[in-house]
C-alpha cells in the first residue's frame, strides 16, 4: 500500500524548533517530489515546500523562507521539514504529498498529517 | 497566503450540476496546468483533477476540469451527497516559483 505518514508535530512556544518527518512507503520514493502543504485551523491549504528528486531543486513559500529547511533521505525512504524560529501563524496541520515532478504535476498521495501548534 | 480566488460557497440538490470557479493570474493559471483537490471533513486532500482536465483512476467522471485564459472550473454533475465537501484549485506559479492554492469553495448537498 502506497503510504506517508508524517509525525513531529506538537506543541512548541514561539521561536521554538520542531521537526517533523515523513516515512514513505509502498512506492519508489527517490523517484518522485516530495512537497509540505499546511492548514491552519478553519483555513485553507497552503504550500510550504517542495523538494525534487536527487535534491537538486528546493523551493519555499515566502512565509517559511530561512526559518524552515526541506530535505530528504533516500536511503531511508524518508522526508522531514526542518522549522526554527516559529511564530504563532506557523500553526496548522502539516501534510507531505508527493508528485512525479514539480510544477505541471499533482500531488495524488497525501498523508494524514501532523498537528503543530506554536503558544506560549 | 492564498493567490488564485474561488466563491466560498456552492450548493445543489442531488443530480444536479454544481460548477466552482478558480480564478488567477498571467503567471499560474494563465501558463500551467490546474489541479482540483477535495477535502471530506476531517480527511487529508485527496488529488480530484490534475493536468487541467484529467481524472485519476478511481475519481468518478461526474467530476471534470476546465481552464480558459488565468481562470479554471470544476465541475461536478450528478450531484451526490458523498461529494459534500471542500474543494481547492491548484496551480505551480512561475512569478513566485512556488504552488498556489485557491480559497477552497464548500460545497453542500441540499
Known amino acids: 500500500e502506497v503510504q506517508l505518514v508524517e509525525s513531529g508535530g506538537g506543541l512548541v512556544k514561539p521561536g521554538g524548533s520542531l521537526r517533523l518527518s515523513c516515512p514513505a512507503s509502498?512506492?519508489?520514493?527517490?523517484?518522485?517530489?516530495m512537497h509540505w502543504v499546511r492548514q491552519a485551523p478553519g483555513e485553507g491549504l497552503e504550500w510550504v515546500s517542495s523538494?525534487?528528486?536527487?535534491?537538486?531543486?528546493?523551493y519555499y513559500a515566502d512565509s517559511v523562507k530561512g526559518r524552515f529547511t526541506i530535505s530528504r533521505d533516500d536511503a531511508k525512504n524518508s522526508l522531514y521539514l526542518t522549522m526554527n524560529s516559529l511564530r504563532d501563524e506557523d500553526t496548522a496541520v502539516y501534510y507531505c504529498?508527493?508528485?512525479?515532478?514539480?510544477?505541471?504535476?499533482?500531488?495524488?498521495?497525501w498523508g494524514q498529517g501532523t498537528t503543530v501548534t506554536v503558544s506560549s | 497566503q492564498s493567490v488564485l480566488t474561488q466563491p466560498p460557497s456552492a450548493s445543489g440538490t442531488p443530480g444536479q450540476r454544481v460548477t466552482i470557479s478558480c480564478s488567477g493570474s498571467?503567471?499560474?493559471?494563465?501558463?500551467?496546468?490546474v489541479n482540483w483537490y477535495q477535502q471530506l471533513p476531517g480527511t487529508a486532500p485527496k488529488l480530484l483533477i490534475y493536468?487541467?482536465?484529467q481524472r485519476p483512476s478511481g475519481v468518478p467522471d461526474r467530476f471534470s476540469g476546465s481552464k480558459s485564459g488565468t481562470s479554471a472550473s470544476l465541475a461536478i454533475s450528478g450531484l451526490q451527497s458523498e461529494d459534500e465537501a471542500d474543494y481547492c484549485c491548484?496551480?505551480?506559479?512561475?512569478?513566485?516559483?512556488?504552488?498556489?492554492f485557491g480559497t477552497g469553495t464548500k460545497v453542500t448537498v441540499l
Open positions: 504529498a508527493r508528485s512525479q515532478g514539480i510544477g505541471n504535476y499533482g500531488m495524488d498521495v
Open positions: 509502498g512506492f519508489t520514493f527517490s523517484s518522485y517530489c
Open positions: 523538494i525534487s528528486y536527487y535534491s537538486t531543486y528546493i
Open positions: 498571467s503567471s499560474n493559471i494563465g501558463v500551467n496546468t
Open positions: 493536468n487541467t482536465n
Open positions: 491548484a496551480a505551480w506559479d512561475d512569478s513566485l516559483k512556488g504552488y498556489v
